[in-house]
């Protein structure tokens, strides 16, 4: 079992000024990280994070839809031992509609080219660390297709894919690769949502215990749990389910 202990630990957050990813920052310091490098597209927006944490948070601009910003953030990280591709976007659009092509679009640029970009741009730094992690924060509606964001769905099912292709190509290496399903999180992508919503928080916990445990696939939040448990035993029976939602 891979596991790793963030006490110590370098490590990079996308999208860290806001809902899951300043909590899973938070989180990270708080169990004792030595630095997290937070990447956000506008870094005055770290400034909180930097004030509490001093010179064990250094801001990162990071825009993972430019490919200059993704390179100037790599050449930025000397070292790296925890990579956390948590920068997303909700864009609405059923496969069938008129809205099909441009929320598709917007859904791959960021949850999946942008999480292959970073990946292989620090990628040489966290190969150099004896004991790595790489999470990609993927979604339940990775795991069966969500009518009322139908395009987001299958860019997360496509995190979910690539998150088994990098455990495959790192099976012989000292390194974590955890996939993480939330359901609706209290954030600011999910405002519009009508649900009961778990707290970011919440999920980042269930995050930083799964590193230490190392847990592959994490389930962080009470819809996940049970959704994810009911998946594993007849993931049929979950694409149906989630066909109910329904703009």
């Known amino acids: 079992m891979k596991t790793i202990d963030p006490k110590g630990k370098i490590a990079l957050v996308s999208g860290a000024n806001r809902g899951i990813g300043k909590a899973i920052t938070l989180e990270l310091l ?3 990280a030595a630095k997290v490098y937070a990447g956000a597209r506008n870094v005055e927006t770290l400034s909180e994070l930097v004030s509490l944490y001093g010179n064990r948070v250094v801001p990162v601009q990071l ?14 990280i000397e070292a790296l031992d925890i990579l ?15 809205a099909a092509l441009t929320s598709l679009k917007d859904n791959l640029d960021i949850n999946v ?21 790489i999470i990609n924060i993927s979604s339940l509606a990775g795991l069966g297709n969500m009518p009322m964001a139908a395009t987001y769905s299958v860019s997360k099912a496509a995190v979910h894919s690539i998150t088994q292709g990098m455990r495959a190509e790192l099976s012989d290496k000292n390194t974590l690769v955890m996939g993480v399903y939330p359901g609706p999180i209290d954030t600011e992508m999910a405002a519009n949502l009508e ?8 999920v980042a916990q269930a995050i930083v215990s799964g590193l230490i445990n ?4 994490v389930f962080p939040d009470v819809m996940s749990q049970q959704a994810g448990n009911f998946y594993l035993s007849n993931p049929k ?3 149906q389910e989630f066909a109910n939602f329904k703009a």
């Open 30 to 32: 708080n169990k004792g």
């Open 63 to 76: 825009d993972v839809t430019d490919d200059r910003s993704i390179e100037r953030a790599a050449d930025l």
């Open 84 to 98: 956390v591709n948590n920068a997303g976007i909700f864009a609405i659009g059923g496969i069938l509609s008129g």
């Open 113 to 133: 080219w942008g999480l292959i970009k970073l990946s292989n741009a620090v990628y040489p730094q966290l190969a150099k660390s004896e004991n790595s992690a």
């Open 195 to 202: 649900m009961d919503k778990d707290s970011p928080s919440n």
């Open 214 to 217: 190392g847990t592959e696939d």
């Open 237 to 239: 029976a979950v694409e």
